[in-house]
């Protein structure tokens, strides 16, 4: 039989997505509904780990009032952070290095002192890792998953991704026009890590010729080859999408940087195909980069859905006793799956999934070879 709770805390951890604030708007009220006391941590768990960083001591009062009115608002009212894992949490010397250090006991004894009986710990795959090591440390928690990379096992999807693939089809909508009307390839790159998902999704939805993703190392001769090819059906203009993780064949992913206690930054990678195409083509070639852009806006209307539903689904999976677990979509109701599931590994568009199928079937170039029923491309 399992203490019952009084009180919970929220936080968000890892890069921000449209749907956060409808989590914590759900969550918030389902949990107020039970008589529970919320409280927010500031910035992924630094509101615990920094408390002197923040005048309100690093934690914020979640009431009705607090979270009225924010469903269809990018960002987190709570803030968040990608380099506040508290197992190797990044500590600068005097000297200027960086060292990594555990602060995991450090964490729960704040937690113990602000009596804080559960936590819903709201994250990508690094904050489900994170979770499932507070779980095995005794914390009481539950997961709620969120990426606009939509790279997250065990749930069909993540909130975020949908307005991302919204946004990014309606950007690329609109770069059609300069591509037309100056007969230019434009290459676009999207965010995604080290999954293709944004990319499959916003290129195919909003029609462009060649799609470059990490699953399918790419050569630009098959994309080089369709642009010409295009050229000589009268076609003098052609637009790629391109995940930020893609990889040419033989080569590297293309890495900005990295900083202490961050995940390497991706990039690049837009910028040298789009030299690269002008160079094997002669046709004027320019690189989009969409970024955060993607990450910012109102959610669409799913991913307030989702989000609403994952954040009450949360508050019932601890008023049911649930522990070490992550709400996950498995259509048409929400589950939930162990944490360590859907921590194994990241899910990455399948090679046979339908959507390749489809986008293949029309002629969309991956950057390999072309599949035989498909001598023309698009
Ligand atoms: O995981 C979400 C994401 O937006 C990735 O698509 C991207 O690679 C990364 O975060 C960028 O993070 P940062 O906020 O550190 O630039």
């Known amino acids: 039989m399992t203490a019952p709770i009084k009180r919970i805390a929220l936080s968000t951890g890892g890069g921000d997505a449209p749907g956060l604030n409808a989590v914590i708007h759900a969550a918030t009220l389902a949990a107020r509904n039970r008589g529970w006391e919320v409280l927010g941590i500031r910035d992924g768990l630094n509101g615990l780990l920094l408390p002197d960083d923040y005048p309100d001591g690093g934690l914020i009062e979640l009431t009705r009032d607090r979270v009225r009115g924010i469903i269809h608002h990018g960002g987190t009212i709570i803030g968040t952070t990608n380099r506040g894992n508290p197992t190797a949490y ?21 937690i113990e002192e602000q009596r804080i009986d559960a936590l819903i710990m709201i994250g990508g795959d690094g904050s489900m890792a994170i979770g499932q090591h507070l779980y095995e440390a005794g914390l009481r928690l539950v997961g709620v998953p ?5 790279d ?22 609109r770069l059609f026009a300069t591509a037309t009307s100056h007969g230019r390839i434009i290459v676009v790159e999207v965010m995604g890590r080290y999954a293709g998902w944004i990319a499959l999704n916003a290129g195919m939805a909003s029609g462009v010729h060649a799609i470059l993703i990490p699953e399918i190392p790419f050569s630009l ?25 893609a990889i040419p064949v033989g080569g590297e992913v293309s890495i900005v940087g990295k900083s202490p206690g961050q995940a390497e930054r991706l990039g690049g990678i837009g910028a040298k195909v789009a030299a690269e195409l002008e ?24 991913d307030r859905l989702l989000g609403l539903r994952f954040g009450a689904a949360a508050v019932r999976a601890l008023d049911e006793g649930h522990n070490g677990v992550m709400v996950a979509l498995n ?30 079937d029309m002629g969309i170039n991956f950057g390999d070879e072309m599949p035989s029923h498909s001598t023309i491309g698009r």
């Open 331 to 360: 259509p048409p109701t929400v589950d939930y799956v162990p944490l360590v599931e859907a921590t194994h590994r990241q899910k990455t568009v399948p090679l046979d999934c339908d959507s390749l199928l489809t986008a293949r």
């Open 221 to 245: 001769d098959p994309v080089a080859a369709l642009i010409v090819e295009r050229e000589q059906r009268g076609a003098k203009f052609s637009i790629v999408c391109v995940a930020e993780g």
């Open 90 to 110: 990044p500590v600068r010397q005097s000297d200027g290095s960086w060292v990594e250090v555990d602060r995991t006991d450090e964490l729960l004894g704040r």
């Open 146 to 150: 969120k990426t606009i990379d939509n």
């Open 279 to 302: 160079r094997m083509t002669g046709r004027e070639a320019r690189t989009v980069v969409l970024g955060h852009l993607l990450r910012g806006g109102s959610p669409t209307s799913f």
């Open 152 to 173: 997250l096992e065990k749930t069909t999807s993540t909130f975020g991704f949908d307005s991302a693939v919204d946004f990014a089809s309606e950007c690329i909508d």
